[in-house]
C-alpha cells in the first residue's frame, strides 16, 4: 500500500535509444534514473539516456495531428478522424490508379517489436504492397548478411555482453562505444583489468581507440584487405586451429587460397597499416587463449560491407573462435531495436521470426497466423534506398514511421527531392521531423515512457519497455494508427490490428514460433519478472539461448562456412578532382538523425552542430584554422561547417558526424552505392575535396 507521503515509485523501463538498452527508473515527475539492477548497464547512462525524458514534454512535441490545407499549402492543426481519413484515401488513391505496389511503407529501428510487426503486416495484407524496408538496413544489414552467411543465423551477439570481459583478446572493427554507447565501454576496461588485450581497427583514433594496446588505422574502406592480411599471417605461421576447421567448417580451401593471395607487403600498400603491426596484431590476437571480433558500422556500411564482414569472420572461424566460450564474432548493433527490428516483417525480405519472405514454408506459416491465403502476400520488396530512389516514380504515396530519411540516408538531397515528388506523404512522429515537415499529413505518437511494448538488444535479449508517464491528450499509439487505417482500408481486417501491444506480442510469438527467431515462450510475465529472455526460446518454461552455436551452427550441417572474399577498392576512390575520403558517424550527444536529441538543450550544448575533422597537415596545405568554415565537396554535393583539427584522424581523411540538417549535413555527401548482398550504402567512405569558404 502506498501511503499519502510516500511518492509513486519509479517504472522500470529501458532507454529509447541504443542498442544497449540501458536499464533505467522514469519517475512520475519523468525524472530517469540508471537501474543498478540491470546487469547490461549495472546504473550506468549516458547524457542521451539521462534526458530522454525531456523531449516528451518539449515545446516542439506533437500533441495533435496536422494536414497540410490545400488553401494555404502549410501543415495545419486538424482531428485525428480527418487526418486518418486523408491518410486512407492517400493510400486508396494510389493503389486504385497504379496498383499495389505504388503504395510503399518506411518503418524505422527504433520501432518495438510490437510496432514492426504491425507494419509488416499491415504493409503485405492491407495494402498488399511489396514496397517495405526500413532504416535498420542503413544500420548492421551487412552483419546480418555475413552472420546468415557463415553461421546459418544472424544474432548481433550470439553471447552476452558479459563474456567480454572474460575472453584473451578483442579485436574490435570500426566501432567506437566511447561514443555511440559509453555504458559498454565498461566491457572493454573490465577485459584490460583481467589481463585481456583491445585491438581497434578504426581510420580515426577514437576515444575507444585510445584505450587500445593496438590502434590500426587503415585507409577508410580497405579493412577487408586488412582481414585478409591477418588471414594470411595465421595460415604462413601455422596458427590456424585445424581440428576446429576440419570437425565445424566447411569451405576452408577457398578461404585459405583468398588470404594467400593478399600479401602483407601488398597488404600494408592497400591499407596504410605497416607490416610489423599488422604482424603484432596477429599476435595478440591468434596467440590469445580465447578472443573474439566485433564489428559496427565501420566494415558493415561499404559497398562490400558483406564481404568485409565475412574477411573478419573468416580469421575468426580460422582460429578457432566461434561457438567456444568466450570466444566468437558478434556485431555490435546501433538502433534501440536494431535486433528485433530486423526479425519481425518490417524488411523488404522478411517475414516474423526472422522467416524468409521468398520461403514457400514461411508464408503458408505466417500467412495462417495471420488468416490469409499464402498467396497473397507479396513477394520481396526494394531496400531502403532504391525504395527511397523510386519514391515519386513508380511509388506514388509512403507512409512513414519513426524515420528521419532527409537527414539519415545516404545522399540526402536526392532523397529529399523524391520527398518532395511523392503524391501523397504520412509521417508518424514525436517532433516535426525534417522529413516530417514535407509530409501531407503528420500523425503525433507515443513514445517509449508513455506506452509498453518489447525490444531486443544488441545480444538478443527480449526486454520490456513499460509505460512509466501518461501521454499528452490529442496523441495516440502507432498501433492505433494503424488499426484506424485497416479499418478505413480493409474492414474485414481490422480485429487482426489490435491496439494493445500484449495482444500483438501473443500473436508475434505464434507467427515466430518455429523460425529462427523463435519467441513462442517469452510472455510479458516472464519479461516482467527478470532481465529479459534471449531468444530462440521455443518453450513457456525455456529458459532462452545466451549463447548460440556452442553445439552446432544453424545451417543445416550444423557446420560454420567460410566465405571466399577478396579485397576491392571502394566504390568512389580519391582521385585528382576529389583527393580525400569521407568517412561519417556519431557524437556522444546526439543520436542517429537527431530528431529527438536536438530537441534537448543540454544535448544542444554539448553537441550544437556539425563539423569537419581533419589533420594539421591536411589543413595547413589548405591554409585552414581551427574552427574556420570549410566546404567538404562531393561528387553529390557540398555540405559546411567548421573545421576541427586533430592529430587524431588519418592525413589523407576527413570525418563528418551526420546529426544534422541543413548546409552541415553530413548526408547531402555520402554514396548511395550498394552492397550487392546485404543493399547496404556506402556512407562510410566517398571521395571529398575540402575548400575554405
Ligand atoms: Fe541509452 Fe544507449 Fe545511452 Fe544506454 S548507452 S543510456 S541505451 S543511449
Known sequence: TVTASEPPAPTATHCPYCALQCGMRVAPDATVSGREDFPVNRGALCGKGQSAAEVLSSRVRLTGPLVRSAT???????????????????????????????????????????????????????????????????CMSSAAAAGQLAFGLDRGLPFPLEDIPRTGCVLLVGSNPAETMPPALRYLTELKANGGTLIVVDPRRTRTAELADLHLAPRPGTDLALALGMLHLVVAQGRADE?????????????????MAHWPEYVERVTGVPVPRLREAVDLFAGAGEAMVLTARGPEQQAKGTDTVSAWINLALATGRPGRPHSGYGCLTGQGNGQGGREHGQKADQLPGYRKLADPAARAHVAGVWGVDPDSLPGPGRSAYELLDALGGDIRALLLMGS?????????AHVEQRLRSLDFLAVADVVLSET?????????VTQWAEETGTVTNLEGRVLLRRRALTPPDGVRSDLEVLRELAARLAPDLEKGFPADP??????????????????????????AQGDGVFWPCPEPDGAGTPRLFLDRFAHEDGRARFVPVTHRPAAEEPDAEYPVHLTTGRVVAQYQSGAQTRRVDELNRAAPGPFVELHPRLAARLGVAEGEDVAVVSRRGRAVAPARLTPGIRPDTVFMPFHWPGPGRANTLTNPALDPTSRMPEFKVCAVRVERV
Open 72 to 138: 494555404t499549402g502549410r501543415l495545419e492543426p486538424a482531428g485525428w478522424d480527418e487526418a486518418l481519413d486523408t491518410i486512407a484515401a492517400g493510400l486508396d488513391r494510389a493503389r486504385t490508379a497504379h496498383g499495389p505496389d505504388a503504395n510503399a511503407v518506411f518503418g524505422g529501428g527504433g520501432l518495438t517489436n510490437e510496432k514492426a510487426y504491425a507494419l509488416g503486416k499491415f504493409a503485405r495484407t492491407v495494402l498488399r504492397t511489396s514496397q517495405i524496408d526500413y532504416n535498420g538496413r542503413f
Open 404 to 412: 528521419n530519411p532527409v537527414v539519415s540516408a545516404p545522399r540526402a
Open 243 to 259: 581440428a576446429y576447421i576440419r570437425e565445424r567448417t566447411s569451405g576452408w580451401e577457398g578461404a585459405r587460397a583468398a588470404a
Open 436 to 444: 516530417a515537415e514535407l509530409a501531407d499529413v503528420v500523425l503525433p
Open 502 to 527: 500484449e495482444e500483438v506480442f501473443g500473436e508475434l510469438r505464434r507467427a515466430s514460433a518455429g523460425g529462427p527467431a523463435d519467441y513462442a515462450g517469452i510472455s510479458y510475465e516472464r519479461l
